[in-house]
């Protein structure tokens, strides 16, 4: 809900609130990661629990008292499915935030995660998609290619060093 009125609104959200979201995301992303590796450990290589695989503003929650939740974890391939038949606009928004490993391979993994908290990060600043186009494949082509601008040249005002975090994510 937070994402949709500064969404609907054009503008983005301030770095202090931005970061904290982030952290709270990075945490939760990183539980989820060694829970993954400690099931694997535990039942084999054979025996795979998916990463989150569809990190977007749709899956984090921010409470009324401020605590961050994610969401819709170990849905995403199911997901996948399912936005096909949601048509354009909604398959546009999950590709914007996906990584491009996952269009090219449909493979998720942590640093498919990272990169799409990346892509979030982005868009809670700007109030705008990081890819954006009027098919898939344009939206493809701009995630595969990884042409992804500074901050800076988006005239949102951010610390050098919140900048290059985020563009290490992605």
Known sequence: ????????????????????????????????????????????????????????????????????????????RAKRRVACKLGTDYLSRKMSHQAPEQLQKGRADERSDIFSLGAVLFEMLTGSLLFSGDSYLTIQEKVLSADVPTLTSTKVEVTPRFDAIIRKAL
């Open 1 to 76: 809900r937070v994402f949709k009125l500064f969404r609907h609104a054009d503008v983005g959200m301030n770095e202090q609130h931005v970061a904290l979201i982030g952290l709270n995301v990075a945490r939760a992303l990183a539980h989820a990661h060694e829970k993954t590796h400690r099931d694997e450990e535990a039942r084999g290589a054979d025996y795979f629990v998916p990463m989150h695989g569809d990190l977007s503003p749709e899956n984090i929650l921010i409470s009324n008292e401020g605590r961050v939740r994610v969401t819709n974890f170990f849905n995403a």
